[in-house]
């Protein structure tokens, strides 16, 4: 609402002021939640690096004994192999609360890991290399696990920092000093009305006087 479409009225005045109040505390209120979104995000982010370094370096570890293992028992034997082995663990995704942004969590059901005779291959005639290869990936599964989280979470509570910057922003620099604006505009309507009304009152009582 513009200022030609409000009334210079001591009403309007304490409305205006209520407002006021509430707009500063909502900016405070947000501030306070993009600070504490700030320092959340800068941890993910680091938490992010390190996941990214432990996964890039176990990527590496496990395709270098992938690459050794089929040279050891031949590309097609391999791919034999791993057709044999039961799925992996399958995941629950739940979810929880980082200041108002609702982000993953990534839940294991059993374990990642099987034991050598539940691995769907045999071992009496299989290379210890191939053992080697699955323990690797099924190590690297849960690290990939907690990176792809940390990743999204990252993700949305930077989407979440951006919307609470641009509110503040908004109430700081556009709001708030139209409030502000407003607020001093009426005060002076005010005052100016009630100098007129003085002076009218005056010149009313000296009339009645006959001065």
């Known amino acids: 609402m513009s200022i030609e479409q409000i009334k210079p009225t001591r009403m309007a005045l304490l409305q205006l002021k209520r407002r006021i109040q509430l707009a500063k505390k909502g900016h405070e209120l947000l501030k306070k939640k993009r600070d504490a979104l700030v320092m959340q995000f800068f941890n993910l982010v680091a938490e992010r690096k390190n996941l990214r370094t432990k996964v890039h370096e176990g990527l590496e570890e496990a395709y270098t004994s992938l690459i050794e293992a089929q040279m050891q028992v031949g590309k097609k034997e391999f791919e034999n192999l791993s057709l044999a082995i039961p799925p992996t663990a399958e995941f629950d ?32 005639n299989t290379s210890s290399k191939v053992d080697e290869v699955v323990n690797k990936f099924q190590k690297l599964l849960r690290d990939m696990m907690d990176l792809a989280e940390v990743e999204e979470q990252v993700r949305l509570v930077a989407e979440e920092l951006e919307s609470t910057k641009r509110r503040v922003n908004a109430l700081e620099y556009v709001l708030l000093p139209k409030l502000d604006k407003t607020y001093r505009w009426i005060e002076l309507s005010l005052e100016e009305r009630e100098r007129e009304d003085f002076f009218r009152l005056k010149r009313m009582k000296n009339v009645l006087k006959g001065e």
């Open 93 to 124: 995704v739940r979810t929880y609360n980082i200041m108002g942004v609702v982000v993953p969590i990534f839940n294991l059901r059993g374990k990642i890991k099987r034991p050598y005779t539940k691995r769907g291959y045999s071992l009496i």
